[in-house]
């Protein structure tokens, strides 16, 4: 294909080069600046002195959040909580997608499913239904209070169920012809051809494990069970005043709540960072698939 090479369409891309790059700082601004501050003394933060770079340069507060006792508990607790959770929304939403993916001639009453699914994704039975069910199957203190009252997420289901809909229905008269089943066309054709979309679908399962805190604090009764967004939400600058020496003196001169908290969003941004680019290039082309239907 020919560009058009006029002084026009160069003014034209450089203006919309320059307002991506506009757009990508002001996205990176506010992380550059949470960093920084979480590197930069108690005095510096509280003064504002921090922009982009950190001012009193100091590591206590990650120190804090990693000498504490349970920090390093909470992290597998979190790092179980995603692969066994991630792993089961992964199993249901895919026996879920694919026969939904189905015609009502092929898989009855599939219309009866889809509108229940969508009822659950637009109503929910509250927070105090759920605290008690919870409560009644004894899953406090449990890894399974964590996973299983979102073990089926219907934004996905719906995200990979539209996604197999528009793969060629030659595939499936083909597949149909060789005799092969359900189970054969689901695990050596859909699958396979499915990698953008359940690349997706596995980013926002793992995202969404990750980052929870609010069922932690309501389904575990112990510090020690606290999933890591729980724990480090909790976790706040505690010194006795009666009892402060110069050691603390020191420490106290560097860290801080504001200190702390900017911490605390680092540590719990950086295995998503990490993971993220693994992924990323199937998930622009597997959500722009599954989000059409045709």
Known sequence: MVRNQTWGAKLGEASILILMLLVSLMSLAPVLHTISVSFSSNAAAAGGLVKFWPVGFNIESYRKIIEEPHFINSFLVSVKRVLLGGGINFVLT??????????????????????????????????????????????????????????????????????????????????????????????????????????????????GHWNAFFDGMIFMRSAEYYPLQTYIQQLVVQLNVSEIDSTQQEILAKISDKTLNAAKIVVSMVPILVIYPFLQKYFIHGIMLGSVKE
């Open 94 to 207: 895919v026996l879920m997608a694919y026969p939904l993916s189905r015609s009502a001639k092929e898989f009855p009453r599939r219309n009866l499913y889809m509108w229940f699914m969508l009822f659950t994704m637009l109503f929910s039975g509250g927070i105090i239904p759920l605290y008690l069910t919870v409560k009644a199957l004894g899953m406090f203190n449990s890894i399974w209070a964590l996973v299983l009252p979102g073990a089926v997420p219907v934004f996905n289901v719906i995200l990979l169920m539209n996604f197999f809909r528009n793969m060629p229905k030659e595939l499936t008269e083909a597949g149909y012809i060789d005799g092969a089943g359900p189970w054969y066309m689901l695990l050596r054709i859909f699958l396979p051809l499915s990698l953008p979309s359940l690349a997706t679908v596995t980013l926002f399962s793992v995202v």
